[in-house]
């Protein structure tokens, strides 16, 4: 076994995350798969990497040491990939991404049209992951923006292949006035008498992923709504007609408050998803690097998801009495 660059990334994730669980969520590992590579990685180093603990892990200091020189490599190695070699012909190369609702896709455009100016990209909007799948699988589309869900990871041919972007909760949006209001997160059973705007089948696990966790709360709702239309939804929740859930990048409206869901029930992973035979594997590096970024801006931008990130991060989590440890504790 050689050291290579997925492994440096591994580490890089499970620093900056806190824990094996939490980095391996936002990979797209299992965490046994993720625990079982660490272990290799640090034999192969020949020292541990980090100290493990009920709160998570920390760097020791060979470990830090590591990272650092880590993400030097890495930051090496993305520069690399945006590296174009010179067009005698003044070629244009044009790329098909297609994408689902996500704020992402301004912020995305914007940076590519600067880091790769030679690159003509084309934009179509679709509701459905699953939709996104076919479309590529046809050849319609050369790259997508999609997502799956934990336990239900995003199927596809050969033809295809996907990289993770980042594995975020998902939260719930609730009219400013709800008697809720002033909790700092708010359970799925305290919601179960409340009608819920819930999108359409996706394709890959929606609305099937929040009917589960509404099942494992206690409850199904008893009245739904299907939107997914984000201005008017948001109109619609601040008039205190229902609730739903959302991405935690959503930046909510006067008269609409943004709240994670106690214990996290809820998790989406979003994802680039490809055509091996018609996009370069340095285009795939430079979306896949840009998207990662943007999605993390957004996600820096947004209070309700600081708040969380900082309760959830938390060095040492209480417990609520019965010795289960709060959300967030891996």
């Known amino acids: 076994m050689e050291l290579e660059l997925r492994h440096l990334r591994v580490l890089c994730a499970i620093a900056d995350a806190g824990g094996v669980g939490r980095a391996a969520a936002a990979l797209g590992y299992t965490q046994p798969a993720m625990s079982t590579q660490l272990r290799r990685i640090e034999g192969l180093l020949g020292e541990g990497v980090f100290l493990r603990s009920s709160a998570g892990v920390e760097l020791t200091a060979y470990g830090a040491q590591v990272v650092g020189r880590a993400r030097e490599i890495l930051a090496l190695s993305d520069n690399l990939a945006r590296l174009r070699p010179p067009r005698s012909s003044g070629a ?32 179509s909007s679709v509701y459905a992951t699953g939709e996104l799948i076919d479309l590529l699988e046809a050849g319609e589309l050369d790259v997508a923006l999609g997502c799956d ?17 980042r594995t975020v909760p998902v939260f719930v949006a609730t009219p400013a006035d709800h008697p809720l209001a002033h909790r700092l997160e708010v359970s799925l059973a305290d919601l179960s008498e409340d009608a819920w705007f819930v999108s ?17 709360a206690g409850f199904r709702p008893a009245v739904t709504h299907e939107f997914h239309m984000l201005d008017q939804l948001q109109s619609m929740i601040a008039k205190g007609l229902g609730v739903a859930a959302v991405q935690p990048t959503m930046r909510p409206v006067g008269g609409v408050l943004v709240k994670p869901l106690a214990g996290d029930p809820l998790w989406q992973r ?13 285009a795939v590096e430079v979306v896949h690097h840009h998207a990662v970024r943007a999605h993390w801006q957004l996600l820096s ?11 959830a991060y938390a060095p040492a989590r209480p417990t609520n009495g019965a010795g289960k440890a709060l959300p967030g504790t891996v």
């Open 200 to 216: 359409a089948d996706d394709g890959v696990g929606w609305p099937g992923a929040f009917y589960d966790a509404c099942g494992a």
């Open 92 to 123: 244009t190369r044009r790329l098909r991404l297609g994408a689902i609702n996500t704020p992402v896709v301004p912020t995305l455009l914007d940076v590519l049209r600067e880091a790769c100016p030679d690159l003509t990209v084309s934009v």
């Open 270 to 282: 979003h994802l680039l998803v490809w055509r091996r035979d018609s996009v370069e594997a340095s």
């Open 301 to 311: 931008q947004a209070p309700h998801f600081q708040k969380w990130v900082t309760r």
């Open 149 to 165: 869900y934990p336990g239900l990871p995003l199927r596809h041919s050969p033809k295809l292949d996907h990289r993770a972007i």
